[in-house]
């Protein structure tokens, strides 16, 4: 194998694939490298944990055709600290040369044939809109779960809608429904599992501007884009009945300006520390948020609101509730209550498409 | 112990200086020495402490504790509520909980917590190498073997996996599948298990003792 390249664009490649590298070691030490298969001009680059391979196609002047695997970690190390300009790759017996400049590095090989053979993405394509995708996602993504011991609520749920697709995420403190109208991916009542570590690796791939193919296997999902392709295990299992959660009327309605919240809750978190919450008193007029840490200190702040019910405190967890805030969009936002302790809805004024869930945090 | 409820002023002086304006406190003075100011509130942290060794003078109206680093801590008594003293006797010491065989008890009485559908067989389930701690069965019949531990790490899995070794033996079992439980996994230990085909799964001791988190769920 043998190729020139510019060093900016075999960068990008090598780093975005190298995101899907095994980090854990694992039963195969091959999946701590990238592979790389050059055909013509063509080289793609891959790196897999098998749960997750994300694909990177470059454009390079090649020389002669091969595949090979180098150690993920070292390759984009290097190719980021030579210098800008041309880079030269070979590869000879065990080793692969490369060099830029004045300087030149010579790696170890792992060998190509022990890289397993990833699956092929399934036939039945569908298309979507990249833009809308990608701000969906970073709407549901903060809601799922980060807790490996309950793999579900790691996943981001797409189901199928009467009038399109929904994308759904839950840790069982928040929950995040966007709605995607008139995107047909899946019908009747059919629905995916689709870790969020993926589609969060997808998010960063993907291009504003970008068609994106989604190829649904039975046990995998492939995302396509201008030369980059994500492959993603689907997790296996039943998503809680979320539907059940959402619920249909709240008495009390709090309007306000989305980035004065947003702005006034950065602030008063800043003496929310040891896990203590934030406290939000509705008032006419007027919303107080409240935050106390015993032997630190208080902060309060006073931000104009509508609001329309009986005066209540309520508490929540201040990045819960700043994420919430921070992805749900829109100049005003509603907050809907029951009381202290049921669950509270955060919406976008004049638009259904979002929707976050937030429980409360019980205080004395 | 001695506790006394007074309206004060506290004032520190030492490595920095601190004041505690007029309010009603409570003053404890333990055996060994320490003074601790508390208000009604704050958990288990006192708004102002000196550690032994010191020296408490009293006067009227005044106590000062002072330690060898030079330190001064300045209780100004304005009004005392009430003052008692009361032997505690030898303390026994923290007995942590947690403990393995209470983790088998509890998931024993509730093995949905490990697995929707699960229904216990029996504790202590006897192998030739010594019993596993649960040996439970899912809706379909499937027999599944669950080890135990606080902190689930390699030599766990290494354990199981000899006990499912044995069990799959038993022709009125197999086949007998693994799960790992315990308050944390280690990660070495999860990917052990995940290799060897043993589903893992990582207990909230608190809620399986029916502790309520502040943290309120949405399910």
């Known amino acids: ?364 | 112990m001695r506790l006394v409820i007074a309206r004060c002023t506290v004032d520190y002086d030492g490595r920095l200086t601190a004041h505690l304006p007029t309010a009603i406190r409570l003053i404890m003075v333990k055996a060994d020495g320490c003074v601790a100011i508390h208000a009604d509130g704050g958990a288990y942290k006192p708004l102002n402490w000196m550690n032994a060794p010191n020296r408490l003078r009293e006067e009227e109206g005044t106590w000062t504790v002072t330690n060898p680093k030079g330190e001064k801590l300045t209780i100004a008594m304005e009004e005392v509520l009430a003052d008692s003293d009361h032997d505690l006797g030898i303390d026994p010491g923290l007995q942590k909980d947690g403990v393995e065989s209470h983790l088998q008890e509890l998931l024993a009485a509730n093995p949905g917590a490990l697995r929707h559908g699960f229904r216990l067989v029996r504790r202590e389930y006897p192998t030739d190498i010594g019993p596993v701690d649960l040996l439970c069965r899912d809706d379909e019949g499937n027999a599944f073997a669950v080890e135990i531990k606080r902190r689930g790490e390699i030599d766990g899995v290494e354990q199981l996996t000899r006990y499912l070794d044995f069990l799959n033996r038993d022709p009125t079992l197999r086949p007998v599948r693994g799960v790992f439980a315990a308050q944390e996994i280690k990660p070495q230990a999860k990917v052990l298990a995940t290799d060897r085909d043993i589903d893992w799964v990582v207990v909230d001791y608190d809620e399986l003792r029916g502790i309520e988190s502040d943290e309120l769920r949405l399910f």
């Open chain 1, 1 to 364: 194998m043998k190729f020139r390249c510019e060093r900016e664009a075999l960068e990008r490649a090598l780093g975005l694939a190298s995101r899907a590298v095994s980090t854990r070691g694992g039963s195969l030490p091959v999946l701590s490298g990238v592979h790389l298969a050059l055909v013509g001009n063509e080289l793609r680059i891959t790196g897999s944990d098998l749960d997750l391979t994300i694909s990177v196609g470059v454009e390079v002047a090649g020389d002669t055709d091969g595949i090979t695997v180098l150690p993920a970690k070292l390759a984009s190390d290097i190719v980021r600290a030579v210098a800008d300009g041309k880079v030269e790759f070979a590869v000879e017996g065990e080793e692969a040369h490369i060099s830029a400049g004045r300087s030149e590095f010579s790696l170890r090989v792992i060998p190509a044939d022990e890289f397993p053979q990833l699956p092929e993405p399934a036939a039945n394509a569908v298309q979507l809109d990249a833009a809308v995708f990608r701000d969906a996602l970073r709407q549901v993504i903060p809601a799922a779960s980060a807790d490996d011991s309950r793999p579900i609520l790691t996943g981001v749920l797409m189901a199928a809608e009467s009038d399109g697709l929904r994308l759904v995420a839950t840790d069982s403190y928040r929950l995040a429904v966007r709605d995607l109208p008139g995107t047909s991916v899946l019908t009747g009542d059919e629905s995916v599992l689709v870790p969020s570590r993926s589609l969060n690796e997808l998010a960063r791939v993907l291009d504003a501007g970008a068609e994106l193919t989604l190829r649904l296997g039975e046990h995998d999902a492939t995302f396509e884009m201008a030369g980059a392709r994500v492959t993603t295990r689907l997790i296996e299992g039943e998503f809680p009945n979320y539907r059940g959660l959402i619920p249909a009327s709240q008495p009390n309605r709090l309007t306000v300006n989305r980035e004065l919240l947003l702005d006034a809750v950065r602030r008063v978190r800043l003496l929310a520390q040891e896990a203590t919450p934030v406290r939000l008193i509705m008032k006419p007029d007027i919303l107080e948020l409240v935050a106390v840490t015993q032997d630190v200190g208080q902060a309060h702040e006073a931000v104009d609101a509508s609001y329309d019910g009986a005066e209540l405190t309520v508490a929540f967890n201040p990045d819960y509730l700043l994420q919430g805030i921070d992805v749900t969009g829109g100049d005003e936002v509603t907050l809907e209550t029951v009381d202290e302790l049921k669950p509270a809805l955060l919406r976008m004024v004049g638009s259904d498409e979002f929707l976050y869930l937030l429980m409360p945090v019980r205080v004395s």
